[in-house]
């Protein structure tokens, strides 16, 4: 099973996007687990800081590494992504050349009410995170319209066409770890070889 950083662009605690991931936690148990990472601590990026850097940060980049891929649910804000995950998207990119989103597989989603489905701000996502080096799973994608009802209380997706789609979606993003997490065994097997 495959441990996946999951990055929710609201801290709302009835946040729709939160509810959106803890569904498709649900759908992918057994296949996926998730751990939510904290990203309401973190001061604003500030290069001066890395001198003494904020124990924030330092567990974010250590829970990104030890992830084996990574997931954003972000709602849209004004057509782009609320500036919160923009600034925990920062952070782990730095010290220039000691990121840690390099090669990480990833895949991203989005709710909100309106019928684009946060199609804006998975567009803007979509330019960032290769740049600081995140793998972004092409396609299926999730542009989830947040209507009352369409998860409920036990956060199960009600309809049944979205759940057979949002479970091919599981497989494929687990199919698209599958693709970075052979080359990083081989790469362990080596280094067993070498000191062997
Ligand atoms: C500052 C702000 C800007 C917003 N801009 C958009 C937008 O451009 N497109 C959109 O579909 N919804 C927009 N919304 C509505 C959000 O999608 C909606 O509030 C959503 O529920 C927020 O996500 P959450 O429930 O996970 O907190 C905006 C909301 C806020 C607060």
């Known amino acids: 099973m495959f441990r996946v950083a999951v990055f929710v662009g609201s801290t709302r605690p009835t946040s729709s996007n939160l509810k ?15 751990n939510y990472i904290k990203i309401d601590n973190l001061p ?3 290069d001066a800081l890395w001198n003494d850097p904020p124990a924030e940060v ?7 590494t030890e992830a084996d891929a990574v997931l ?10 609320p500036g919160i995950l923009k600034n925990a998207i ?7 050349g000691d990121g840690v989103w390099t090669d990480k597989p990833g895949a991203i989603a989005g ?5 684009s489905g946060t199609a804006a701000a998975q567009a803007h996502l979509r330019a960032i995170l290769p740049v600081v080096g995140v793998a972004l ?12 009802g369409a998860i409920d209380d036990d956060g199960n997706f009600t309809d049944e066409r979205i759940r057979t789609n949002l479970n091919i979606w599981v ?3 687990v199919r698209w770890i599958e693709r970075f997490a052979e080359p990083r065994a081989a790469e362990a097997a080596d280094e067993v070889r070498k000191t062997a």
Request: aromatic fraction near 16%.
């Open 111 to 115: 709710a909100t009410g309106g019928v």
């Open 137 to 148: 799973m092409g396609k299926p994608e999730i542009y989830f319209q947040s209507r009352p």
């Open 72 to 81: 954003f649910v972000t709602p849209e804000y004004n057509r782009s992504i």
């Open 171 to 173: 497989d494929q993003f």
């Open 20 to 34: 959106l991931a803890k569904a498709l936690e649900k759908l992918a148990a057994g296949r996926l687990e998730f």
């Open 44 to 46: 604003f990026y500030d």
């Open 90 to 96: 920062d952070w782990p990119s730095r010290p220039y």
């Open 58 to 64: 330092i567990r974010m980049k250590r829970e990104i």
